[in-house]
């Protein structure tokens, strides 16, 4: 089948809903492969592109961005646009872009050079959580417990660095987990050769981290942060409680869909800053303060599906509450038909029936 959206295909990925949702409603589709050398010359025929590239891929962090700034420019409509995945997986971009715009934020400070961070640690307060600019599920999160261990991280930052790659073991118990549901040790321990040699190999791309050093003040007091998924115009929540004895949420599993437990003030804040971002799509983590104000601590267009899919419904801007589950990917896939059919360029909406 041909047509005018193209869909990159990565099995595993939202894509594999994106091309069962086209086969469903006959919407003509291409798949198409965005590392491709002439993904341009491929596009310009097209009106529109799916691909959800992510972080853990070396390639897609290096070239994403600049195809996707690339397609936007011959008018191709993409997900996500370059306003909505600029400052994915970088959490400095992030700080500016939300300070900005003046979002709550919490209090954020990086630095580039090793004497100007050395002097700041000597006045802050602390505890305070360093972090790398990239990562996810806490793999780059930690606790800076006093003032001799963040000159300790902000030595390191300007030396040997970080590598942001999680090593084997990080994971290890979660994957143990997850394969024990699945009645899938043995696969797990057959695939641990593979696993091992991709880690090692991203560690090799990626590089290290190093040249700033991120620090952000630590909001105590919370057993749980709060996850709000905006797309278009609808908000989807859950929360996360943190690891036993541990501060740190994303990454546990520990998913609890308790619409009361979501303070309200945290969509309202997730709808505003993802329209004043022009973002198609923002996931956001927020933490409470101890006048329990949401602070922001991170953004992302990328999501596990499964987790907003089994969210019991979903709010719109002005708060009203729609039962019912939707996949996420269907959403995404929804909204960008609806903005091809609003433009009348290039005999639209020929590939929508
Ligand atoms: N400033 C902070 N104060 C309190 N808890 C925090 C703070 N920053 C992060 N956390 C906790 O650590 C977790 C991971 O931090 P986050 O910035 O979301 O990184 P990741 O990209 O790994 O998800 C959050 O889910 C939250 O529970
Ligand atoms: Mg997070």
Same mark, same amino acid.
């Not at 700034?69 to 909505?84: G, I, L, R, Y």
């Not at 546990?252 to 804040?269: A, F, L, M, P, Q």
């Given at each position: 089948? =041909? ?11 939202? #894509? ?7 086969? &469903? ?21 097209? !009106? +529109?592109?799916?691909? @959800?590239?992510? @972080?853990?891929?070396?390639?897609? &962090? ?46 954020? %400070? ?6 100007? +961070? ?26 800076? @417990? ?5 000159? +300790? ?7 040997? /660095?970080? #590598?942001?790659?999680? @090593? ?20 797990? *321990?057959?695939?641990?050769?593979? *696993? ?15 040249? %700033? ?15 709000? =998924? *905006? ?5 989807? =929540? ?11 949420? #994303? ?17 309202? $804040?997730?709808?505003? *800053? ?31 599906? !499964?987790?907003? !899919?089994?969210?019991?419904? %979903? ?15 269907? +959403?995404?896939? $929804? ?6 059919? &609003?433009?009348?360029?290039? /005999? ?6």
């Amino acid at each position: 089948m =041909t047509g005018q959206v193209a869909i990159h295909r990565r099995e595993g990925s939202f #894509s594999d809903r994106w091309i069962a949702y086209c086969e &469903q409603q006959g919407i003509a589709y291409k798949v198409v492969n965005c590392l491709d050398s002439d993904i341009i010359k491929q596009l310009s025929s097209l !009106h +529109a592109l799916l691909w @959800h590239w992510v @972080h853990v891929d070396p390639r897609e &962090q290096l070239m994403a961005r600049d195809v996707i700034a690339a397609a936007e420019a011959m008018d191709v409509k993409v997900f996500p646009s370059t306003s909505t995945c600029w400052h994915f997986d970088n959490k400095i971009a992030q700080k500016y872009l939300l300070e900005a715009i003046g979002a709550p934020l919490v209090p954020t %400070y990086v630095f580039y050079d090793l004497k100007e +961070a050395l002097s700041w640690i000597d006045r802050a307060s602390f505890p305070k959580v360093f972090k790398l600019r990239r990562g996810a599920g806490s793999s780059n999160v930690r606790l800076a @417990h006093s003032a001799a261990e963040a000159r +300790a991280l902000a030595e390191r930052a300007f030396s040997s /660095g970080f #590598s942001p790659v999680p @090593h084997y073991g990080q994971d290890a118990l979660k994957r143990y987990r997850a394969a024990k549901r699945q009645g899938d040790l043995l696969n797990v *321990v057959k695939r641990i050769p593979r *696993v091992l040699a991709t880690i090692q190999d991203n560690k090799r791309t990626m590089g290290r981290e190093r040249g %700033y050093v991120y620090f952000q003040d630590f909001i105590p007091g919370n057993d749980f942060d709060t996850r709000v =998924t *905006v797309i278009g115009d609808r908000a989807f =929540t859950y929360t996360r409680n943190v690891r036993p004895g541990d501060f740190r949420a #994303s990454g546990s599993g520990d998913v609890v869909y308790d619409t009361g437990r979501i303070n309200r003030k945290c969509v309202e $804040i997730a709808f505003d *800053v993802t329209r004043k971002v022009g973002s198609q799509s923002m996931a956001f983590d927020f933490v409470l303060g101890e006048q329990q104000q949401p602070f922001i601590l991170e953004v992302s267009y990328c999501y596990i599906s !499964h987790l907003v !899919h089994s969210c019991p419904g %979903y709010w719109d801007d002005r708060l009203n509450w729609y039962e019912g589950h939707i996949w996420p990917q269907d +959403a995404i896939l $929804i909204d960008l038909l609806n903005d091809l059919l &609003q433009s009348k360029e290039k /005999g639209w909406p020929a590939c929508i029936p």
